[in-house]
């Protein structure tokens, strides 16, 4: 079946342009989240969307970086004013509920943002 | 959250098993522990979780100490495909911000054919 899809596959920009990228889980998952992978870096947490419940926002990094969720489906992690230090690869992840610890997350392939 | 400790890296044949540790002694009694791999280029997939008792399903299968501070993930018979980056994450079983995967480091896994 079809899993998670997230576009662009790539995305190249420059300092100081608004970036938006894209998340389509999979059908039926009430949960969300978003991650982030810099160069060398562990993955880290920035938000979870839960049906219509508020996100957890507590990980973004700062108020540059925005997310929502329209229609508890597809979501859209958009950054404002890009600097160099956002240059990762998102990830996005889906499951069919969230704190029961047996759900497990379905990530997709990610998009590598790269800031000139 | 629990702390965790893998080795960087290792090494296998194919077809050899494998065997994966990974320290986890502030876990907590009801954490329970992941296991995620990231394969080249692709967002991580899960792999196997446990509790208390030893673990089994089609990918791998999973030890985890009878004091439940350290853990090992198994691959049986490694192949090509199993090269990626496996992460060892302690999960609380419910409430909280037990959504949040807390990914380390990891152990990069190399395969020779």
């Known amino acids: 079946g079809a899993g998670v899809s997230q576009s662009p596959s790539n995305k190249v920009t420059e300092k100081g342009k608004d970036v938006e990228l894209r998340c389509d889980p999979i059908s039926g998952h009430t949960a969300l989240y978003w991650y982030r992978q810099s160069l060398g870096q562990g993955l880290e947490f920035l938000i979870y969307f839960q049906g219509n419940s508020a996100p957890d926002k507590s990980g973004l990094p700062s108020d540059r970086f925005s997310a929502e969720r329209t229609g508890g489906s597809v979501s859209t992690l958009t950054i404002q004013r890009t600097q160099q230090e956002d240059s990762a690869v998102y990830l996005c992840a889906s499951s069919q509920g969230s704190t029961e610890t047996y759900n497990e997350q379905f990530f997709g392939p990610g998009t590598r943002l790269t800031v000139l | ?113």
Request: neutral net charge; aromatic residues 8%.
């Open chain 2, 1 to 113: 959250d629990a702390k965790t400790t893998q080795p960087n890296s290792m090494e296998s044949n194919e077809e050899e098993p494998v065997h994966l540790p990974c320290n986890h002694s502030t876990i907590s009694g009801t954490d329970y522990i992941h296991w995620y791999r990231q394969l080249p280029s692709q967002g991580p997939e899960y792999v196997i979780h446990g509790l208390t008792s030893n673990v089994n399903n089609r990918m791998a299968s999973l030890a985890i100490a009878e004091d439940r501070k350290s853990s090992t993930l198994i691959l049986h018979r490694a192949t090509l495909r199993d090269a990626a980056v496996y992460y060892c994450i302690p999960r609380p079983d419910s409430g909280g911000s037990n959504y949040k995967l807390t990914f380390g480091k990891g152990t990069l896994l190399t395969v020779n054919p």
